[in-house]
């Protein structure tokens, strides 16, 4: 409901001018307990200007009407530097005011000159298993009952920065269940603490808290129903009639223009698909064959082909004259049909990685240098391609996207080998790592270039979930150049994961397309990443289990938990 601005004006115009700044560290430090935050606590822990210091310092002249900021106008919102000239903020002895405020308080003789939706998200630490809560539990959460999806939930944690915007469009929190926290603490103490959840705005989510849907509705996902969503402020820009019209359009359009319609702009957002191995030969090239080229994907195409971006790496290369897939084919030399590339059309295949090593076996078996026609194949498709190619420094060369402004660069190496699979001068393959060092100077290179590095390997291969030291070793490696996130694309079974100096790293994701059936190698991980506004602010683990030798299916409920427990355990989270 609309409030006169002279009970609320000065913690708003401190609201107003408190900076938000994005936490980027990882968070290692366990919870402990502080006292409790009381509404004076609220209070000092806001900037103290006055508001004539205020307007002394944007330089303002009195003369038109008065803006008031409503109590909990998101810090963000409104942008102090783009006030037009001459505009006051301060009681107008007139009544000719302008306020910005929820968009409910603008009564039927008011107008609204600009809208704007500010989107929360609902988060837990990163190895938290549970997915979803319903909204009549979070909104009880909220009243102080814990019911429901919520019941193992201790307390929800929030910015003293929001939680005046939380408390207008939710109501009164109760101090049994929330609890208002200085940023530092949001950035620094909760990690280790699964029973404490928070509420942050999108735009300030990192990698290492799990958004948590509600309803089965996610603020990272393409298809958000803002609608549906109870975390969000609605505001607007209004007044009375009269004062509306009186305004000249181009004050009213400087106005408009200092806020930020929402922090949650589609047009800033990309999301990314990280995928294993993908082998199409033997047991999943023969299911190809008698049920289709696009039968391994027809269960998780949607997670694929929904994504902006979506990377495979694919281990073998094409080969025309391939013959029939054996099933039971013992000898560990490969080749694919080239009809077989129709289902990386089908999945939406954006980024190819050659790292893998049996880029060559057609020339070892065959006599047939197959890289080139291989890689033509993705250019006639539009695909880019890195961690392989036509020689060594093709080989070496990033492949890199802009999507949304969002610039990426992809990088890649194999330091298995075996030799004949290496590009070299003349020939083509997949990029030795050697030391690494050209690797990791590439990386900061680009990072200096505005661009998001992202690294990938075709490391040595086992059959653990947990990563060897030499493994941490050289992938840490990417993560200090400045790689978001760090890879290894080897891997049948799935392994550890870690945050590692603001970068996600993950050992090893599994198989995608490939014919293992064992109990350890039928399952998989999916990785989906969303970027905003040029940072990496979430990371969804999708997990799959493969079907007949060639088909992965989403898990059951009953099978992720158990799968996330166990990866979670190997990473020393839980």
């Known amino acids: ?92 002895p007139n009544g000719e005011e302008l306020i910005l405020g929820l968009r409910s308080g603008a009564d039927a003789d008011m107008t609204i000159i600009s809208e704007a939706d500010w ?7 990163f190895y938290t298993v ?16 814990q019911q429901g999806s919520m019941a193992d939930v201790s307390q929800l944690v929030v910015r003293v920065g929001d939680y005046l915007s939380l408390c207008g469009f939710l109501g009164q929190a109760s101090t049994e269940t929330v609890r208002v926290e200085p940023e530092s603490f949001i950035n620094d103490s909760l990690w280790g603490s699964e029973d404490l959840w928070l509420i942050l705005p999108f735009d300030q989510l990192i990698p290492q808290w799990k958004v948590i849907s509600i309803d089965g509705n ?20 209004y007044g009375a009639k009269d004062t509306i ?24 957002m990309t999301t990314l698909v990280m995928t294993g191995v993908t082998a199409l030969v033997r047991g999943t090239a023969y299911r190809m064959e008698i049920n289709g080229v696009t039968y391994p994907a027809e269960d998780i195409v949607d997670w694929l082909a929904g994504a902006d971006i979506t990377h495979i790496s694919n281990e073998v290369s094409f080969y025309r004259d391939c013959p029939f897939p054996d099933p039971k084919q013992g000898m ?42 291989s890689i033509n194949l993705y250019l006639q498709r539009g695909m880019v391609y890195y961690g392989g190619g036509l020689d060594l420094q093709d080989a070496m060369r990033p492949a890199v996207i802009e999507h949304n402004g969002n610039k990426f660069a992809f990088v890649g190496c194999n330091p298995y080998g075996p030799d004949y699979a290496w590009a070299t001068g003349d020939h083509g393959g997949s990029a030795p790592c050697g030391d690494f060092i050209w690797m990791s100077d590439e990386i900061s290179r680009l990072r200096e270039n505005g661009y998001i590095p992202i690294a990938t390997f075709q490391y040595y291969e086992n059959y653990a979930n947990f990563a060897s030291e030499q493994q941490r070793e050289d992938f840490r490696m990417m993560a200090d150049a400045g790689a978001v996130i760090v890879n290894g694309s080897q891997a ?3 392994k550890e994961m870690e945050f590692y100096g603001g970068a ?70 839980r």
């Open 1 to 92: 409901m609309r409030r006169r601005k002279s009970d609320f004006f000065f913690i708003s115009m401190c609201l107003f001018l408190s900076a938000c700044t994005a936490a980027e560290s990882a968070l290692n430090t366990p919870y402990s307990p502080t006292t409790e935050v009381t509404t004076q606590t609220i209070e000092t822990a806001l900037p103290t200007e006055s508001l004539q210091t205020a307007t002394d310092m944007m330089g303002l002249e009195p003369g038109l009407p008065s803006l008031a900021l409503m109590t909990g106008i998101p810090q963000g919102l409104w942008q102090v530097e783009r006030l037009p000239g001459g505009m006051v903020l301060g009681n107008n």
């Open 119 to 125: 989107i929360y998200a609902l988060a837990a630490p």
């Open 130 to 145: 549970q997915d979803n809560v319903e909204t009549d539990d979070l909104v009880a959460f909220w009243n102080g009952k």
């Open 218 to 237: 996610s603020p990272l996902h393409k298809d958000f129903i803002i609608s549906d969503y109870p975390l969000v402020g609605e505001y607007a820009l």
């Open 245 to 268: 019209e009186s305004l000249d359009e181009g004050f009213k359009a400087a106005l408009t223009a200092g806020i930020v319609p929402t922090n949650r702009d589609s047009e800033k």
């Open 332 to 373: 560990l030399f490969f080749c694919s049909n080239p009809d077989y590339i129709k289902l990386f059309d089908y999945v939406g295949a954006d980024v190819i990685e050659l790292t893998g090593n049996h880029n060559n076996d057609t020339e070892q078996v065959y006599g047939v240098d197959v890289v080139p026609s």
């Open 492 to 494: 049948h079974r799935p």
């Open 504 to 573: 996600f790293i993950h050992y090893g994701l599994g198989n995608l397309f490939f014919d293992q059936m064992g109990v350890q190698t039928r399952r998989e991980f999916i990785q989906r990443h969303v970027f905003y506004d040029g940072k990496h602010i979430g990371t969804e683990l999708l997990t799959a289990m493969l079907e007949d030798y060639a088909k992965p299916r989403p898990m059951t409920e009953r099978e992720r938990q158990a799968f996330l427990e166990e990866i979670f355990a190997a990473s020393g989270w």
